[in-house]
């Protein structure tokens, strides 16, 4: 993904003066995901892997900053995402191969 590094990580064991290898597989169809922010003024936008709980570095696939209340994502795998304009509101979504540019609405809400 363009704008942030897009993070993957996977777990090799390496045993000293022993060969390890992995095989990497990169998905080939990516889209443009927009997203848009109602409720509250919008800064950024973070998009988490899908699960629960608050965004950590393990879990943030990109960041992205709002224009006009809209973060735009480029070069997404399909898959689930959490889409996350503020720490306390995180939104699944999913994202399909097809068509290449999608949208989506988020509703920021800040907890008093």
Same mark, same amino acid.
């Not at 709002?66 to 994202?95: H, K, N, Q």
């Given at each position: 993904?363009?704008?942030?590094?897009?993070?993957? @990580?996977?777990? /090799? +064991? =390496?045993?000293?003066?022993?060969?390890?290898? !992995?095989? &990497?597989?990169?998905?080939? *169809?990516?889209? @443009?995901?927009? /997203? +848009? =922010?109602?409720?509250?003024?919008?800064?950024? !936008?973070? &998009?988490?892997?899908?699960? *629960?709980?608050?965004?950590?570095?393990?879990?943030?696939?990109?960041?992205?900053?709002?224009?006009?209340?809209?973060?735009?994502?480029? *070069?997404?795998?399909?898959?689930?995402?959490?889409?996350?304009?503020?720490?306390?509101?995180?939104?699944?979504?999913?994202?399909?191969?097809?068509?290449?540019?999608?949208?989506?609405?988020?509703?920021?809400?800040?907890?008093?």
């Amino acid at each position: 993904m363009r704008g942030r590094a897009t993070r993957l @990580t996977a777990k /090799v +064991t =390496v045993i000293a003066t022993e060969r390890a290898s !992995v095989k &990497l597989v990169m998905p080939r *169809d990516t889209v @443009t995901l927009v /997203v +848009t =922010v109602v409720g509250e003024p919008c800064r950024a !936008v973070r &998009l988490l892997s899908a699960g *629960d709980g608050p965004p950590t570095k393990e879990n943030i696939v990109a960041t992205q900053t709002c224009s006009d209340a809209t973060a735009i994502f480029e *070069d997404v795998p399909a898959g689930s995402y959490r889409a996350c304009p503020g720490a306390a509101t995180c939104t699944p979504i999913t994202v399909t191969a097809a068509p290449p540019k999608q949208t989506v609405e988020v509703r920021a809400v800040v907890h008093p």
